[in-house]
């Protein structure tokens, strides 16, 4: 299926042409039809599946007839919001739809929180088109009268599972207030849990469902990989996993912001040139860190979960779970970082035997074993303990395409954890 085929309008083709996109993603194929309709949608799609540009061109051309180059800030309301969870989400939005939207004379701006109010209040006074805010931010502007929902026709709201799992609920009810009751809805989330069914029941208005991946699915483009190793060497087994590999560019994931913090600091001083990006850190640094790792001045950048939604790094190679979620969803969050639109990427698990049932967990949700392999030299103590019991042969059945794969040696044993 060609971009030709959606309905888009010219001047949009030519953008999508620009950025190289040759072919609409599943997502963009289901869903720009339907939002140029003007229906409502309910779309289950993951990060990393071109969800962005999947409502933001058909809302680019449903917005178009609107665009004018008055400077009467009257002549702008806003007439789209689009509510992220996360200000990194917010901000890799808005530059969409700045890119995608660079030939319609629209205005768009993105407010969020941990920055000083006045320079949002200023531009929101200017007049805007498309706002991409958090929910926190948009009520503080609001109640200073510098947002004006009104006349607001299009609503998105962006990983809605994160903002229920964030707890933002109260705060999208008060938003939902101050939108007209007839206007477009669309609700894009990971996953389709019973609170986002009871949120997509209680909000949208006869809507399309799409879904690009079943619930639970990691990208198909991704090689999945567990090493089995003992908690006290899992820092070591990580530094040689990326020096021995020559990896660029892991995003580490652990469960605490301490956690981060500590990891980036034992690689950095080891010999991986490491930031930690978190949500105690303020957001200039955490803007900071992401640039200098995405222009490859340092190696790893080490996450929380929630610090990690929304970034937007192309075609990420490497994935690692230093420790595994808590939540099984988050660990498909976390793979979805890499083999993003169609690019191949690795996601590597450090699994100590405590972390067991997570990664029973993972893979009841996967429906799947994941691949595992014991690094010579990292051999874990209690590998013949249950339930991360010895392998039961070598290469049974790995898929391949993993970057050490090649170096395997005969020492190396690789099967799945059933
Ligand atoms: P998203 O799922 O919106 O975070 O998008 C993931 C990445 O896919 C972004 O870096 C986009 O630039 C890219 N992308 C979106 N649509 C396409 C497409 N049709 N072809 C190739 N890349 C795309």
Redesign the pocket.
């Known amino acids: 299926m060609t971009?030709e085929e959606l309905g888009l309008s010219p001047v949009l083709l030519r953008t999508?042409a620009e950025?190289?996109?040759?072919?609409?993603?599943p997502?963009?194929q289901r869903a720009i039809p339907i939002v140029l309709s003007g229906r409502d949608i309910l779309a289950a799609?993951?990060?990393?599946?071109?969800?962005?540009?999947?409502f933001t061109l058909p809302i680019l051309d449903r917005l178009a007839p609107y665009a004018n180059t008055s400077f009467s800030p009257a002549r702008h309301p806003v007439r789209c919001l689009v509510l992220t969870p996360t200000r990194e989400l917010a901000v890799?939005?808005s530059e969409?739809v700045k890119?995608y939207g660079r030939h319609v004379p629209l205005r768009a701006a993105v407010v969020y929180g941990g920055v000083p109010l006045d320079p949002q209040i200023k531009e929101l006074r200017g007049g805007i088109e498309i706002l991409v805010a958090t929910p926190g931010r948009l009520l503080d502007l609001v109640g200073q009268k510098a947002a004006n929902l009104a006349q607001a026709e299009i609503l998105v709201l962006d990983e809605a599972d994160r903002m229920l799992d964030m707890g933002f609920m109260p705060d999208i009810r008060r938003i939902l207030d101050l939108l007209l009751a007839r206007k477009q809805t669309l609700l894009f989330s990971a996953t389709f849990s019973d609170d986002i069914k009871r949120l997509a029941g209680s909000i949208l208005n006869n809507p399309e469902t799409v879904e690009v991946s079943r619930h639970g699915t990691a990208a198909e483009t991704v090689n999945q990989l567990v090493y089995p190793v003992d908690r006290e060497r899992k820092e070591e087994l990580l530094a040689h996993l990326i020096i021995e590999g020559d990896w660029h560019q892991v995003l580490v994931f652990t469960r605490t912001k301490l956690a981060a913090s500590r990891l980036a600091s034992w690689l950095d001083r080891h010999g991986v040139a490491s930031t930690a990006i978190h949500s105690d850190r303020a957001q200039s640094d955490r803007t900071k860190a992401l640039e200098a790792f995405k222009a490859g001045e340092i190696r790893c950048l080490v996450a929380t979960d929630v610090a990690a939604r929304g970034l937007?790094i192309?075609?990420l190679p490497h994935v690692v779970n230093f420790e595994l979620p808590w939540n099984p969803e988050d660990y498909v969050h976390r793979v979805g970082r890499t083999g993003?639109?169609?690019a191949s990427g690795n996601a590597i698990s450090l699994v100590t035997i405590d972390e067991a049932d997570l990664l029973r967990s993972v893979q009841r949700l996967l429906q799947r074993a994941i691949d595992w392999e014991v690094e010579p030299g990292f051999e874990p103590r209690q590998r013949d303990a249950q339930p991360l019991r010895a392998p039961r042969g070598a290469g049974s059945s790995s898929s391949g395409g993993r970057s050490r794969s090649s170096s395997a040696s005969s020492s190396r044993r690789r099967t799945s954890v059933a």
């Open positions: 971009f999508v950025e190289g996109y040759t072919e609409p993603t997502v963009q799609a993951q990060t990393g599946t071109g969800k962005t540009a999947a890799q939005v969409s890119t937007d192309d075609a993003r639109a169609g």
